[in-house]
């Protein structure tokens, strides 16, 4: 008399083993045309969805006022005298970030370089954000 285990051990490669070569079979053309359409319309919409403008331009605020709109096309460091102290943000090679900050925890500065249109930086404690603009304003959930 057989136990479950040896009869599971035993048969399940042998019903695995013929299961995947009942269900493997030749790709016809229309398969090969559907699998080609799947892969065009992802690129597209990758394409689409997933690329930004370049910006041209930064725009600086201090607290809801707007301080300064700059050009990235130069180079160049503005210090911005914020609510607890002042910061610097740098412009080059059509890239802007706060390279100095006062406030404690440095999350401005950590955020790095930003070089697409409708990205930001915000510095809270000093009451600054960096806005890039670009020719087309791109929106998001949050300001939908």
């Known amino acids: 008399m057989q136990t479950l285990r040896s009869i599971c051990m035993f048969k399940l490669p042998h019903y695995i083993k013929t299961r995947i070569k009942t269900k493997t079979r030749v790709m016809w053309v229309g398969d090969w045309c559907v699998l080609t359409a799947g892969i065009v319309l ?26 300064g709109t700059y050009s990235l096309n130069q180079q160049r460091n503005i210090h911005v005298q914020g609510a607890i102290g002042s910061a610097t943000v740098s412009i080059m090679n059509g890239k802007a970030r706060f390279s100095k900050s006062p406030c ?3 999350y401005c500065v950590h955020q790095g370089w ?3 249109s409708g990205q930001a930086a915000v510095c809270l404690p000093n009451q600054l954000s960096l806005e890039l603009i670009g020719e087309t304003k791109h929106y998001d959930s949050l300001s939908y």
Do not use: E, P
């Not at 992802?42 to 301080?67: E, K, M, N, P």
């Open 42 to 67: 992802v690129a597209a919409l990758f394409q689409q969805l997933w690329s930004h403008d370049g910006a041209s331009r930064v725009q600086i605020r201090l607290g809801d006022t707007i301080y």
């Open 104 to 106: 404690h925890n440095q």
């Open 114 to 116: 930003l070089s697409r």
